[in-house]
């Protein structure tokens, strides 16, 4: 089979390559695996810079949440060097004043209390209603968010997020092809951001996942999965 272009993962807030876990061995059998180290960096921007100087020439491009503002960005500075990309629980919209209010709550627990009491509370928020208390899930979160990514990232992160541009002017102009995967039950980013999305992309396939919250790749990987390599293996071709 061709190898196609390497894929370039973008993890979100508290996430890590952990996160992908699930979809990195079938990924791999057709392309190459990258995972982006997303936590250095004051804006979005910024990030996207490091992220592109460390990228190959060309490649495909996954963005989770965080990592799919980070992933427009890319887009809107170096599109041309993206093959196919793919949005996972994410909004091309900036903060509202209600949204950047709760970051801002965030920021001042992050730093003020145990890190135990804030990971428990966001995890309760992120996943499905019916995996609030799945112990195994929230110890995959648990581990990227404090082994992993770390307190000091984790600010940074929400502080480059509150001043994110809005990506929605930008998104007529991405011509790639593109997948953009959202929970039903996402509390973070509702299927109707996504929706908006992928209304702005002439070449995207939108794909709601049944009993899924915001963390997608954890809670039905095998959906994930299957969607990325249907955007991924569309133009490979066997020998």
């Known amino acids: 089979m061709e190898v196609g272009a390497p894929v370039l993962f973008v993890p979100g ?4 390559a952990r996160l992908f ?7 791999w059998k057709y392309r190459p695996v990258m995972i982006a180290d997303h936590r250095k960096g004051g ?7 490091n992220i592109l100087t460390a990228a ?11 990592g ?5 960005d890319i887009m809107r500075r170096a599109g041309e060097r993206v093959e196919k990309l793919a949005l996972i629980s994410t909004s091309a919209r900036p903060d509202d004043a209600s949204q950047a209010a709760g970051r801002a709550e965030r920021i001042a627990r992050l730093s003020a209390d145990a890190p135990d009491a804030w990971i428990e509370q966001r995890f309760r928020q992120l996943v499905d209603p019916a995996r609030v208390d799945d112990l195994n899930l929230m110890g995959v979160y648990r581990q990227m968010a404090l082994e992993d990514v770390g307190r000091d990232a984790a600010v940074r992160h929400l502080i480059a997020t509150l001043d994110r541009p809005d990506a929605r002017p930008t998104l007529s102009g991405i011509s790639c092809p593109t ?6 039950a996402d509390r973070i980013t509702p299927p109707a951001l996504s929706e908006e999305i992928a209304e702005s992309i002439a070449a995207s396939r939108l794909t709601l996942i049944p009993d899924c919250g ?15 390599l249907l955007l991924l293996n569309a133009d490979q071709r066997t020998h």
């Open 13 to 16: 807030i508290n996430c890590s």
């Open 214 to 228: 915001h963390l997608s790749p954890i809670e039905q990987p095998e959906a994930v999965t299957q969607a990325l």
């Open 43 to 49: 804006s979005i921007g910024e990030i996207a810079d």
């Open 56 to 66: 190959p020439p060309r490649f495909c491009l996954v963005g989770f949440s965080m």
């Open 179 to 184: 997948a953009i995967l959202v929970g039903e």
């Open 21 to 27: 876990l699930s979809q990195f061995p079938a990924i």
């Open 68 to 72: 799919g503002y980070i992933a427009l």
